[in-house]
């Protein structure tokens, strides 16, 4: 079993206070849990803390790429507009997977989910009244949301949530509340879908990609990545392969291949 080092983000919309759970300074955003993605890899360390290279893994796992990215998210700000490539999509921009994607949510928030009726034929024709075009939804603590590549979503102010997904990191930004960052609106056009998620009191949600589950305490066995939530709060990851066990005796998620 391999324990993930985190890796710390700095965003714009990102919150002091989830660096601080984490003993680091700035307004962090995200902090990736586990990731094997070529732009931010999180270190490898086994049991006795000698540090593990990620090709170990994907050798193991049988994967060119490591396939899971798990991060832990909060915000100050709404995050951009955006949306996310399929497979296909994603694959023609030299990406192994599209960015399915599914939220466990720490706190209640608003978060937009989806468009209104018609909204792809009047941004299509030019209409940017965004109030009027975007769906937004309540979510409680506890809930999940699984985003398909395609949905049009943005995670709002003050919320708190963990991020199960694939290893892509293609983003398309709609709108980004005139922040003067990068837009890629034709790019996002033709990805986004007239799609929405639904929220669920989470305890386990299957895919075509993946599988997570949630557990008071597990005995973790085979290939999987665990998110394990300390006594402090503090979530840490471990990634198990063929032939590995090991007990975790709190709250837990476990995710797999399907």
């Known amino acids: 079993m391999l324990k993930c080092i985190p890796q710390f983000v700095e965003e714009i919309w990102g919150d002091e206070s989830l660096g601080k759970l984490y003993g680091v300074d700035g307004k962090i955003g995200e902090v990736w849990l586990c990731s094997g993605h070529p732009e931010r890899k999180t ?5 006795k803390g000698n540090e593990v290279p990620w090709d ?3 050798k193991i796992w049988g994967f060119e790429r490591f396939p899971f990215l798990v991060k832990h998210i909060k915000t100050s700000q709404w995050l951009s507009v ?6 296909d999509v994603a694959r023609s921009a030299g990406e192994p997977w599209g960015k399915p994607e599914m939220w466990y949510f720490l706190k209640d928030g608003t978060l937009i989910n989806g468009l209104q009726n018609g909204a792809l034929e009047r941004l299509k024709s ?8 975007l769906s937004f939804t309540h979510v409680k603590k506890g809930q999940a ?3 398909k590549p395609g949905t049009v979503h943005a995670i709002g102010p003050g ?6 997904q694939m290893t892509s990191d293609i983003t398309y930004r709609f709108y980004d509340w005139d922040r003067g960052r990068k837009t890629h609106f034709e790019e996002a056009l033709r990805v986004a ?3 929405k998620a639904e929220p669920f009191d989470f305890k386990r949600l299957e895919t075509d990609h993946f599988k997570i589950e949630l557990f008071d305490k597990v005995k973790a066995k085979g290939k999987a990545v665990c998110l394990a939530i300390e006594s402090s709060g503090i979530p840490s990851s471990y990634i198990l392969a063929d032939g590995e066990e090991f007990f975790f005796n709190n709250t837990t998620f476990v995710m797999t291949l399907p």
Request: glycine content about 2%; aromatic content about 14%.
């Open 43 to 47: 270190k490898l360390v086994d049991e």
């Open 56 to 58: 170990y893994v994907t």
């Open 82 to 87: 955006q949306v996310h490539p399929d497979d």
């Open 126 to 133: 030019g209409d940017r009244n965004w109030n009027e075009l």
């Open 145 to 147: 949301m699984y985003i």
């Open 159 to 164: 919320m708190e949530l963990y991020e199960f």
């Open 193 to 195: 879908q007239d799609i």
